[in-house]
């Protein structure tokens, strides 16, 4: 059976995941594909805490896992690193917060001989909270009106998509768009995903590939991570000279309808009204979305919060990148690649 199975290689970037890396590795090689199918390179960011030792246990008790040394600490290097090591004829890209499913890599495979048209596939997440926080986050970020069309977190249907979350990519892509960009702390897989339609390949989303995600646990760290979205999602616009897509930017206007609106409103009083009606609006629609997905009346407030987090700190962030970017023409500072976990 295995002989006929492809190679999977898999790429995980990790600094400081003591509590997560052993139940994400455990996944891939104790799943229903053939362990021999399969090899994890784990490229650790110099690592503080446990993350070392815990990965040194299990790579005494699964062959096919390797510990690369990542020396720059930084995301994309580490990827880069992984992909440059690996041998198979498919490669993904996984975070050390996910759990795979059993039978993600035997569904991903069985799409991709049915449909010869796949050429990178992901799955849909399935936000696991850890604190009554993490819950209301995990909800916002599972809904349209949080996350716009991102389907790999809403799961709204199988198809072909402008993105997924950790792409198992055929190896051909890699040797025509290249790897990933190392400026790019962050979005460098918005980037490359962006590259990879470019370029005429496709993406595939499947609701037959399931995996799990914990997500940030704190509305800062919520915060944080969305703003960092936002910035350098015009680093990404900038590299290639276009807006990859057009829904980055309702954060953005929202933004600055909330500061100017405000403003030219007190200006000129007559438009105060329809300044409290957008924003009326605004608010009553996330507050129907949370309402729907809440199940107590304490969580309504709690993904409302989180939705609204989300919106104005990616438009901040997207507004703070244009500044930065383009208009003084910036490189990115060290606060902005700081990590949001």
Known sequence: MSASLPLI?????????????????????LGNYPPEQLEVFVSDGKSTDNSLAILKKLSSKFKGLHVLVNAKETTPFALNLGIAKAKGNYIMILGAHAVLDENYFVEAINEINNNEEIDVIGGVLNNIDESSTSKVISKAMSSPVGVGSAHFRTGAASGFVDTVAFGLYKREVFEKIGLFDEELTRNQDDELNYRVSKAGFKMYLSKKLKLKYFVRGTFKKLANQFYQYGYWKVLVNKKHKAITTVRQLFPMFFVLFLCFGWLVSIIYTPLFALYLFVVALYVVMCLFASIKLANSFKEVFGVLRSIVTMHLNYGAGYIKGIFDFVILNRKPNAKSKQLTR
């Open 9 to 29: 290689s898999i790429v995980i970037p990790c600094k400081n995941e003591e509590a997560y890396i052993e139940n994400c590795v455990k996944s891939i090689f």
